[in-house]
């Protein structure tokens, strides 16, 4: 079984910068695809940015130039820092795993956080 406890929502304005952070916890020796997802009020979920091992990033067209992330596997953490944040980037923000190498076993079970809010407004 896998923890992802995420943290750094909050409320800022317009142009204003946030770091989220997700760290895993459980018996893990590795995992294939840390990702970041958001959910706006009445919208689906959309996938942020996603970052397989042992580091290559993904990033949506919509936060490509202001977003960018990192994995410390050796924490089994993942990190957005997100600049120049707008409006638009409202959302409630969950850490996502996928493909976990247990101390045990390999499995592609995937995880969920319990996301954190992040909110952008003048």
């Known amino acids: 079984q896998v923890q992802l406890v995420e943290s750094g929502g909050g409320l800022v304005q317009p142009g204003e910068s946030l770091r989220l952070s997700c760290a895993a916890s459980g018996s893990i020796t590795r995992i294939n695809v840390m990702a970041w997802y958001r959910q706006a009020p009445g919208r689906q979920r959309e996938l942020v940015a996603r970052?397989?091992?042992?580091?290559?990033?993904e990033y949506a067209d919509s936060v490509k130039s202001r977003f960018t992330g990192s994995r410390d596997n050796t924490k089994n953490t993942v990190y957005l820092q997100m600049d120049s944040l707008e409006p638009e980037d409202t959302a409630v923000y969950f850490c996502?795993?996928?493909?976990?190498?247990?101390?045990?076993?390999?499995?592609?079970?995937?995880?969920w956080g319990q996301g954190t809010r992040v909110t952008v407004s003048s």
């Open positions: 996502y795993a996928y493909g976990v190498w247990y101390t045990s076993h390999y499995a592609n079970d995937e995880y």
């Open positions: 970052f397989s091992y042992p580091n290559t990033p």
